[in-house]
Nanobody, 123 residues
Framework: QVQLVESGGGLVQVGGSLRLSCAGS????????MGWFRQAPGKEREFVAA????????FYTDSVKGRFTASRDYAKSTGNLQMTSLKPDDTAVYHC????????????????WGQGTQVTVSS
């Protein structure tokens, strides 16, 4: 059974930092892409970042470039999202997910999802 468990969310002030983690099990991570998505109240789920597990190549949405960094710990099957210079617009529930094929940026390409972790940025 595949499980993705996020951790690391919380309340932070504007300009602060948080590090999200996504621990995976039951899946061969060798060829997947781990994506990070977020969903704010009343808004659609949006792509944030992704990382190719095999070579570590990364993708980011424009609004987080230079502030967020996706990484992975290959040995621990854990993905991380380091978030810095946080803004109120970053407030959302953040989900990790794994993709087998299809567009990295499209949520429908991802098969397995974590339960989400709340990130709240206060001004």
């Amino acid at each position: 059974q595949v499980q993705l468990v996020e951790s690391g969310g919380g309340l932070v002030q504007v300009g602060g930092s948080l590090r999200l983690s996504c621990a995976g099990s039951g899946l061969n991570f060798g060829r997947v892409v781990m994506g990070w998505f977020r969903q704010a109240p009343g808004k659609e789920r949006e792509f944030v970042a992704a990382i190719h597990w095999s070579d570590g190549s990364t993708f980011y949405t424009d609004s987080v470039k230079g502030r967020f960094t996706a990484s992975r710990d290959y040995a621990k099957s854990t993905g991380n999202l380091q978030m810095t210079s946080l803004k109120p617009d970053d407030t959302a529930v953040y989900h990790c997910a794994t993709r087998d094929s299809g567009s990295v940026f499209d949520p429908s390409s991802y098969r397995y999802w974590g339960q989400g972790t709340q990130v709240t940025v206060s001004s």
